[in-house]
T-cell receptor, first 111, second 111 residues
Framework: TQLLEQSPQFLSIQEGENLTVYCNSS?????LQWYRQEPGEGPVLLVT?????EVKKLKRLTFQFGDARKDSSLHITAAQPGDTGLYLC???????????FGTGTRLKVLA | EADIYQTPRYLVIGTGKKITLECSQT?????MYWYQQDPGMELHLIHY???????EKGDLSSESTVSRIRTEHFPLTLESARPSHTSQYLC??????????FGPGTRLTVT
């Protein structure tokens, strides 16, 4: 069974701090997405990475896809209370249009 | 901005009732998905469809059923609701292997 493990599971930090969330698997994915979800809402896509070693930046968020396309990281610089939410990674299984979701990282940024 | 809609947003219903959760998208996406999510947890795929008249069961066994008679519409039905069905149900659609767009979800409570 393919699994996507995220770490840490919970993270509570002060405004202005930096943080990194990891998404790891033993399986290769054709692409990997990062989503942010707020309570009572559906996940919202932040970014998709496709190429091994790819790095994408979205304002204060930096996303990296591992060289072997088995893992990814999300780095937030100078976190703000508006970054609070559940962060989910999702891998697209090779040869299919099905996605497997990570275990999630719940981030709380304190003002 | 994603154009995918789910109704109702909240549903409280008694055991044994039949329910249908509606999901519609206006983006013309071929692929549609239903996920089940407990609060703050990962998403589990319960059904997916690659096009009209195509439906498959996902990774998480579910007593629900789905239909895909029109491209834009992907309803989920529970013939006899039970308390164990209490959860959030998220509908999503995609055009390719690089992103999914989610609806706001239906929070179902079975008493």
């Amino acid at each position: 069974t393919q699994l996507l493990e995220q770490s840490p599971q919970f993270l509570s930090i002060q405004e202005g701090e930096n943080l990194t969330v990891y998404c790891n698997s033993s399986s290769v994915f054709s692409s990997l997405q990062w989503y942010r979800q707020e309570p009572g809402e559906g996940p919202v896509l932040l970014v998709t990475v496709v190429t091994g070693g790819e790095v994408k930046k979205l304002k204060r968020l930096t996303f990296q896809f591992g060289d072997a396309r088995k893992d990814s990281s999300l780095h937030i610089t100078a976190a703000q209370p508006g970054d609070t939410g559940l962060y989910l990674c999702a891998g697209a299984r090779r040869g299919t249009y099905k996605y497997i979701f990570g275990t999630g990282t719940r981030l709380k940024v304190l003002a | 901005e994603a154009d995918i809609y789910q109704t109702p947003r909240y549903l409280v219903i008694g055991t044994g009732k039949k329910i249908t959760l509606e999901c519609s998208q206006t983006m013309g996406h071929d692929k549609m998905y239903w996920y089940q999510q407990d609060p703050g947890m990962e998403l589990h795929l319960i059904h997916y469809s690659y096009g009209v008249n195509s439906t498959e069961k996902g990774d998480l066994s579910s007593e629900s059923t789905v239909s895909r008679i029109r491209t834009e519409h992907f309803p989920l039905t529970l013939e006899s609701a039970r308390p164990s069905h209490t959860s959030q149900y998220l509908c999503a659609s995609s055009r390719d292997n690089y992103e999914q767009y989610f609806g706001p979800g239906t929070r179902l409570t079975v008493t």
